[in-house]
């Protein structure tokens, strides 16, 4: 069983700034031999992929968040970090940090196991 904790979501202005966290942690979970993304699902549509930081700490972004979100990870602590700037209303939504079955497709990508965590909510306001 794999546990995902996401934090650091609020309430901010368009253009403004937030910093999400998440820890993974589970028994037969290997963070370090994981791509690790960040997904977000507004309400009425759905979960999509937003960034990617792979196995070999190389981020990988769609194009909707490029230049504006910064993903990293750290593996001592099992952690990713999702540094967004520029926000705007329409990255309003719930974010939630999981591993990646293909950092190489993001609109096809899933995570490679069924557990996810509660999610941290974004709302940005114009």
């Known amino acids: 069983q794999v546990q995902l904790v996401e934090s650091g979501g609020g309430s901010v202005q368009a253009g403004g700034s937030l910093r999400l966290s998440c820890v993974v942690s589970?028994?037969?979970?290997?963070?370090?031999?994981?791509?690790m993304g960040w997904y977000r699902q507004a309400p009425g549509r759905q979960r999509e992929l937003v960034a990617v930081?792979?196995?070999?700490?190389?981020?990988v972004y769609a194009d909707s968040v490029k230049d504006r979100f910064f993903i990293t990870r750290y593996n001592a602590e099992n952690r990713v970090f999702l540094q967004m700037n520029g926000l705007r209303p329409e990255d309003t939504a719930r974010y939630y940090c999981?591993?990646?079955?293909?950092?190489?497709?993001?609109?096809?990508?899933?995570?490679?196991?069924?557990?996810w965590g509660q999610g941290t909510q974004v709302t940005v306001s114009s």
């Open positions: 999981n591993t990646v079955n293909r950092w190489w497709d993001l609109s096809r990508a899933t995570p490679v196991n069924d557990y």
């Open positions: 589970g028994s037969d979970f290997t963070f370090s031999d994981n791509h």
């Open positions: 930081i792979r196995i070999a700490d190389v981020p």
